[in-house]
């Protein structure tokens, strides 16, 4: 069965540095998502995209924040200069309808677990 | 997107049915009910969705009140593998990008007991 994969599992980071977390998501999928989950707390959606470009951006997703899809199967999320407020669990996710659809699953990955010293 | 209730917390024995509820009394005629759940240390997972009527599929069922404003997941047979959290949401087809997104909110911690 088709998944999204991520890598890292787990990214251990110093303050200020850039990270980049990656997604593979399903192949014939077309729109993408990044979502974040502080520990304990609920998961927050950070941003979609499509056709190349953001469709929506959350208010945590600010100019520190940004994400590509270099390739044909890879999505990226970049933090320029992390914060210790950063740290949470990073899921990716994509779905392949569009909005005049019942319904537009969402298959998540695993998660990266991003720790911010 | 409209909001949903759900209670903090749930507790089941193995083998047993299991009913979540999920009130959402604001919900608008285009507004879709997803059910999402995340097993620990993991990513949310799809498990149903519905408009008006009843749905069944291989992982749960789903009960819409005839008036739409309350739903129940119900597991038939609960196994220890069920234990996570259960997420209720509401997505309107209709509202453009911001459709896309989920709006996760806290969910009920389902504890399943062998």
């Known amino acids: 069965e088709p998944e999204v994969t991520q890598t890292p599992s787990h990214q251990v980071t110093q303050m200020g540095q850039e990270v980049i977390l990656r997604c593979v998501p399903i192949?014939?999928?077309?729109?993408f998502y990044w979502y974040r989950q502080i520990l304990g707390q609920k998961v927050e959606f950070l941003v979609s995209?499509?056709?190349?470009?953001?469709?929506?951006k959350s208010e945590i997703f600010d100019d520190q924040f940004s994400v590509e899809r270099p390739d044909g199967s890879n999505f990226t999320l970049k933090i320029r200069s992390t914060k210790l407020e950063d740290s949470a669990m990073y899921f990716c996710?994509?779905?392949?309808?569009?909005?005049?659809?019942?319904?537009?699953?969402?298959?998540f990955g695993p998660g990266t677990r991003l720790t911010v010293l | 997107d409209a909001k949903t209730t759900q209670p903090n917390s749930m507790e089941s024995n193995e083998e047993e049915p299991v009913h979540l509820p999920c009130n959402h009394s604001?919900?608008?005629?285009?507004?879709?009910i997803h059910w999402y759940r995340q097993l620990p240390s993991q990513g949310p997972e799809y498990v149903i969705h519905?408009?008006?009527s009843n749905v069944n599929n291989r992982m749960a069922s789903l009960a819409i009140a005839e008036d739409r404003k309350s739903s129940t997941l119900i597991l038939h047979r609960a196994t220890l593998r069920d234990a996570a959290v259960y997420y209720c949401?509401?997505?309107?087809?209709?509202?453009?990008?911001?459709?896309?997104?989920?709006?996760f909110g806290k969910g009920t911690l389902l504890t399943v007991n062998p």
């Open positions: 519905g408009l008006t």
């Open positions: 604001t919900i608008s005629g285009t507004d879709y």
């Open positions: 192949s014939n999928h077309l729109y």
């Open positions: 995209f499509y056709n190349n470009e953001i469709s929506e």
């Open positions: 949401i509401l997505r309107d087809v209709n509202s453009g990008g911001s459709n896309y997104k989920l709006t």
């Open positions: 996710a994509s779905s392949s309808g569009t909005g005049l659809e019942s319904y537009n699953e969402q298959f």
